[in-house]
C-alpha cells in the first residue's frame, strides 16, 4: 500500500495521460495497522479503524481483490483468482505487467503440535483479533453459568505461546480487559483467571533489550499472570494444554503467536529465494540478478547496509517495511526514467511495546522506558504511523473516549455467523466453523 501510494504521487502526470498504470493485487480491499490488533482485541480501539480501505487512499490505482498463485516473470504475468473466479467458472486471470513488486508479507508460523489446528487461535488479522476477544467474554459468560467445575476451571484458562510482540501485547491487552470485565459477574473474580505465557526461549520481547524484557517478565508476574520461559507447547488435543516442563492446563482458549515465516506465494514466483524462504534482494530493494522485479517488507531479504557485519539483513518489521516502501517507490520510478537507484539505509530506531493499559516498556535510540511513559511513547509512535490523516483523527478520537467511558465488555460472536439465527428459523441447524474453538 504504502509504495503504491508513492508511486501514485510520483507518476501523477503519467496516470492522467494514461502513460501508466498501477495495478494493486490484493485478497483484502484493505490493509491492516497490525500493533494496534491488540487494542482492537480489548475493545480501545473500534475495529474499522485498523484497517486502511484501498479504494480510498488509493483512487488513481486499479485495486484487484484475488490471491496471487503463481508468477511467472519470464513471460512478466501474474496469475490470479479473484472472488468471481468459482462463480463464473473462467478460472484464474493472467496479469501482464512491466515491472512487480512482491511484498504479500508473512503468514503465522505453525509447527505440527498435536491439537494445534483444531483448538488454536492466530492472531494476526483482524477477524482473528475481533474473534478472540469475543471469545474470552464467551468464556466468562459459560464459567459464570456452568455448575461443572472442570468446564468452568478450562474456560477461565487462557494460554499464549510465543513471547514477541504478538503474544505479549494481545495477552496483557486482553487480561487488563477480562480483569475489569469480571467485576460484572456476580461469581466471577478476576484473581479466578487464570493467564499463562509459554516461550521457547529464555526471554520475551527481546526487541526492547534484555533488561526492559525482564521488567516485562517481572511486570507481568505481577498482575498474577504465569510467565513460562525455556518451555514449549508439546500437545494441546482434547483441550489440554501439555507444555515440555511437564504441565497440563484444560483449557478453551490457546493463542499461537510463535513466530511468522514469509508467505507461500514467494515459493511460487521462480525468483531467487533465501534459506529462510524470503526474496534476495539488493540494498535498492530490486530482485538480486533479475531485472524488472522488487520487493520489500517481511518478504525481502535486504542488506542491513548500517550495521556494518557483511550478510547481516534487516529485520523483517514494520519499522523497516515502511521506509523501504517509500524507497522502492522512489527507485521504480527512477529505473523509468533512467536514473540511479538509491540504496536502503536506516539505523534501528528502536521497539515500544504496550503491557495493557498505563503499562509499556520501551527502547529507543538507547533510552529504556517503562510503565507509563513507555506506554504513551508507544500510543504517540503509532498514531504518527498509521496512514492518513483519517485514521489518525478517528484513532484518537476513540482514545479520548475510551478515556472518559469506562470499557465496552460486550460480545458479538453472533457477527462471525450472521445467519445462524435465520437457519435456526428456517428449520436447519446452524453449521458454524468455530463450534471446535467455542
Request: glycine share 8%.
Amino acid at each position: 500500500m504504502y509504495t503504491a501510494l508513492r508511486l501514485q504521487r510520483k507518476l501523477k502526470q503519467r496516470l492522467r495521460n494514461g502513460e501508466a498504470e498501477i495495478v494493486v493485487i490484493t485478497p483484502d480491499p484493505y490493509m491492516t495497522y497490525q500493533p494496534f490488533l491488540p487494542e482492537a482485541a480489548a475493545g480501545s480501539i473500534s475495529p474499522r479503524h485498523v484497517v486502511v480501505p484501498l479504494r480510498r487512499v488509493l483512487p488513481h490505482c486499479t485495486i484487484v481483490i484475488g490471491e496471487a498463485q503463481r508468477i511467472d516473470h519470464t513471460k512478466r504475468t501474474a496469475t490470479v483468482t479473484t472472488p468471481a473466479t468459482a462463480e463464473d467458472g473462467t478460472g484464474a486471470v493472467e496479469i501482464t505487467y512491466d515491472e512487480i513488486v512482491v511484498a504479500p508479507g508473512s503468514v503465522s508460523r505453525t509447527l505440527p503440535v498435536p491439537g494445534l489446528a483444531d483448538h488454536g487461535f492466530g492472531f494476526k488479522t483482524i477477524e482473528e483479533a475481533i474473534g478472540l476477544r469475543n471469545h474470552v467474554i464467551e468464556q466468562m459468560d459459560i464459567a459464570s453459568a456452568t455448575r461443572d467445575p472442570a468446564i468452568r476451571d478450562a474456560a477461565l484458562t487462557f494460554v499464549f505461546v510465543g513471547g514477541g510482540y504478538a503474544g505479549v501485547e494481545a495477552l496483557a491487552e486482553l487480561e487488563d480487559m477480562a480483569r475489569y470485565t469480571a467485576r460484572y459477574y456476580h461469581n466471577i473474580k478476576a484473581e479466578d483467571l487464570k493467564w499463562i505465557l509459554v516461550e521457547a526461549t529464555g526471554r520475551i520481547l527481546p526487541e526492547v533489550g534484555e533488561s526492559m524484557g525482564k521488567y516485562a517478565v517481572r511486570e507481568l508476574r505481577g498482575r498474577n499472570i504465569d510467565v513460562r520461559l525455556d518451555t514449549r507447547l508439546e500437545s494441546c488435543e482434547d483441550r489440554v494444554a501439555v507444555l515440555s516442563d511437564g504441565s497440563r492446563f484444560p483449557t478453551r482458549t490457546l493463542v499461537w503467536t510463535a513466530g511468522v515465516k514469509p508467505a507461500p506465494l514467494l515459493a511460487a514466483t521462480g525468483l531467487p529465494l533465501n534459506e529462510r524462504g524470503r526474496l534476495v534482494c539488493t540494498a535498492e530493494l530490486a530482485v538480486e540478478g533479475t531485472g524488472h522485479a522488487w520487493a520489500a517488507g517481511d518478504a525481502a531479504a535486504v542488506p542491513d547496509l548500517t550495521a556494518g557485519e557483511p550478510g547481516r539483513e534487516t529485520a523483517p518489521n514494520a519499522q523497516h517495511a515502511v521506509r523501504q516502501a517509500k524507497v522502492l517507490a522512489d527507485n521504480i520510478v527512477a529505473s523509468m526514467n533512467g536514473e540511479p537507484l538509491t540504496e536502503y539505509r536506516h539505523s534501528y530506531a528502536g521497539s515500544v511495546a504496550s503491557l495493557g493499559l498505563h503499562k509499556g516498556v520501551a527502547h529507543v535510540y538507547g533510552r529504556r522506558l517503562k510503565g507509563y511513559p513507555a506506554w504513551l511513547m508507544h500510543r504517540i509512535y503509532h498514531l504518527s504511523r498509521v496512514p492518513t490523516f483519517n485514521r489518525k483523527a478517528r484513532v484518537l478520537a476513540e482514545w479520548t473516549l475510551a478515556g472518559l467511558f469506562k470499557r465496552e465488555i460486550v460480545s458479538l460472536g453472533s457477527l462471525e455467523h450472521p445467519r445462524a439465527e435465520f437457519e435456526l428459523a428456517a428449520g436447519r441447524r446452524p453449521v458454524t466453523d468455530g463450534d471446535d474453538c467455542q
